[in-house]
Structure formats: structure tokens, C-alpha cells
């Protein structure tokens, strides 16, 4: 009997870390990079800034790689994968209209690379800033 009871704490707290999942993604579904800035922003509970989101995005952070070693200093062309030399499309959406489009995709990159550039996840109001600034860059 006192075997189930981790097991049922463990559920209850599974359980309801997917409620909280799903409550708090405004993202999830959102499938324009305007939407995700809006969910982004809205889970921040802040404005994002553009000019924090480009300080974010070229600056280093303790590591060897700024978000701009693989994706340039302006993301309005190819990039190249400092490691594997890879190459990257556009970032920007009016470079690349297929960026931002998925909710899913977006948080997975923005997960890893942060991850690789800051040395953990992203905050909601630091993807929103640099999103801020990428729907900024126009041609």
C-alpha cells in the first residue's frame, strides 16, 4: 500500500505540470510569427523591446557562440552552423516566410539553441524580444 503512494504524487504532479503546460503556452497553435510574439509576450506579461532582443541575439554570454555566429550579425540571409557549417536559412520572416510559422518548431530552436548560447532556456520575454527584432528586419 505505501508503494502507491509515490506513485500517485508522482501522477498528481505529472498531471498537473500538463495542465500547466497547456494553461500557460499562449504559443501553442499560434502559427505567425506576429502570434508568437503575442503569446511570448503575453506569458512575459511585459512589451518586448527590439533593441534588447538584437543585444541579445549578437551578443556572447559566457560561451563561445552568439545566436549571430551561426545566423550573422543581420539574419536577413544564409547562415552557416559555426560547428558543422551547416548552412542556415534566412531567420528573419520577411527573409523567410516559413520561420515563426509553427509554435512547435519555434520553441524546439529556440530551446537548443539558447541552450548552446545562454546555457539554458530562454525566457519568454527574451524570445519575444528577439522575435520583436526579427519581425522588425524588413528588405
Same mark, same amino acid.
Given at each position: 500500500? +505505501?508503494?502507491? =503512494?509515490?506513485?500517485?504524487? %508522482?501522477?498528481?504532479?505529472?498531471?498537473?505540470?500538463?495542465?500547466?503546460?497547456?494553461?500557460?503556452? $499562449?504559443?501553442?497553435?499560434?502559427? %505567425?510569427?506576429? !502570434? *508568437?510574439?503575442?503569446?511570448?509576450?503575453?506569458?512575459?506579461?511585459?512589451?518586448?523591446? $527590439?533593441?534588447? !532582443?538584437? +543585444?541579445?541575439?549578437? +551578443?556572447?554570454? /559566457?560561451?563561445?557562440?552568439?545566436?549571430? +555566429?551561426?545566423? /550573422?550579425?543581420?539574419?536577413? /540571409?544564409?547562415?552557416?552552423?559555426?560547428? %558543422?557549417?551547416?548552412?542556415?536559412?534566412? *531567420?528573419?520572416?520577411?527573409?523567410?516566410?516559413?520561420?515563426?510559422?509553427?509554435?512547435?518548431?519555434?520553441?524546439?530552436?529556440?530551446?537548443?539553441?539558447?541552450?548552446?548560447?545562454? !546555457?539554458?532556456?530562454?525566457?519568454?520575454?527574451? =524570445?519575444?524580444?528577439?522575435?520583436?527584432?526579427?519581425? =522588425?528586419? =524588413? $528588405?
Amino acid at each position: 500500500m +505505501s508503494l502507491l =503512494k509515490p506513485h500517485r504524487s %508522482t501522477c498528481r504532479r505529472s498531471a498537473a505540470a500538463w495542465i500547466a503546460a497547456i494553461v500557460i503556452a $499562449p504559443t501553442a497553435g499560434a502559427s %505567425t510569427p506576429a !502570434g *508568437l510574439l503575442a503569446g511570448y509576450a503575453g506569458e512575459a506579461g511585459a512589451a518586448p523591446s $527590439p533593441e534588447r !532582443g538584437q +543585444s541579445l541575439f549578437n +551578443s556572447r554570454h /559566457g560561451r563561445d557562440w552568439s545566436c549571430a +555566429s551561426c545566423h /550573422g550579425a543581420a539574419p536577413t /540571409g544564409p547562415g552557416r552552423h559555426a560547428a %558543422t557549417g551547416k548552412p542556415i536559412a534566412a *531567420l528573419a520572416p520577411a527573409f523567410n516566410p516559413e520561420r515563426f510559422t509553427d509554435a512547435a518548431k519555434a520553441d524546439k530552436w529556440f530551446r537548443r539553441n539558447c541552450n548552446d548560447v545562454v !546555457g539554458r532556456e530562454c525566457t519568454a520575454a527574451e =524570445k519575444a524580444d528577439v522575435l520583436s527584432w526579427l519581425i =522588425k528586419l =524588413k $528588405p
